[in-house]
């Protein structure tokens, strides 16, 4: 099955700086890519997610970058604010959700 | 709009005891899975299904039963609860062809002792 490796587990920045996730999956077959957000005591929510017929999308200050052949995906948050503290979760499938897999998630604190 | 609801949010069982635990959503989603989320582990998948009278494993089914006897809801049976179950479970749908995300409930705290 699919394994998908999160790195760092912890991320501490500056409130204003740039934020980078980034995950690794080991199935070439994946070709959908989400992010989560799950702030302290809620439920996960969706923030972006990609495809792999595209290489980069952005939203905002939020993006996401894929490169298929090096089997990786990373998240950019930049001028980071304190609202952006989470744990912040990368997947992987083929398709779409049905058996989506996880990452074991970062946990990004903003320093004021 | 309730979206999707679990119930209940917290359960403390003793080790040997079953329960279930309930999960319905008002979507329309065809797609409904649990996850269990531990400390340092991150979402893992436990059971899903993608309609009615169809169910899958996931990466951690042991100790677990589901069934989808309607589009609203899919239960979660622990049927001899152990100290190694104690976790937070999220259920968890999606609809539209393809799927794009994934709604979760709010979770349930689940404590066995």
């Known amino acids: 099955g699919e394994n998908v490796e999160q790195h760092p587990s912890t991320l501490s920045v500056q409130e204003g700086d740039s934020a980078v996730i980034k995950c690794t999956y080991s199935?070439?077959?994946?070709?959908?890519f989400p992010w989560y957000k799950q702030e302290l005591g809620k439920r996960p929510q969706l923030i972006i997610d990609?495809?792999?017929?595209?290489g980069e999308k952005k939203d905002q200050r939020i993006a996401v970058t894929l490169n298929k052949t090096a089997k990786h995906f990373s998240l950019h948050i930049t001028e980071t604010q304190p609202e952006d503290s989470a744990v912040y979760f990368c997947?992987?499938?083929?398709?779409?959700?049905?058996?989506?897999?996880f990452g074991k998630g970062t946990h990004l604190i903003i320093q004021p | 709009n309730a979206g999707v609801t679990q119930t209940p949010k917290f359960q403390v069982l003793k080790t040997g005891q079953s329960m279930t635990l309930q999960c319905a959503q008002d979507?329309?989603?065809?797609?409904m899975s649990w996850y269990r989320q531990d400390p340092g582990m991150g979402l893992r998948l436990i059971h899903y299904?993608?309609?009615?009278?169809?169910?899958d494993q996931g990466e951690v089914p042991n100790g677990y039963n589901v069934s989808r006897s309607t589009t609203e809801d899919f239960p979660l049976r622990l049927l001899s609860a152990a100290p190694s179950q104690t976790s937070v479970y999220f259920c968890a749908s999606g609809g539209g062809a393809p799927i794009r995300e994934l709604f979760f409930g709010e979770g349930s705290r689940l404590t066995v002792l």
């Open positions: 990609i495809r792999s017929n595209v």
């Open positions: 979507m329309n989603h065809e797609y």
């Open positions: 199935d070439s077959a994946s070709n959908y």
């Open positions: 299904s993608v309609g009615a009278g169809i169910t």
């Open positions: 997947a992987a499938s083929i398709g779409g959700v049905d058996g989506l897999t």
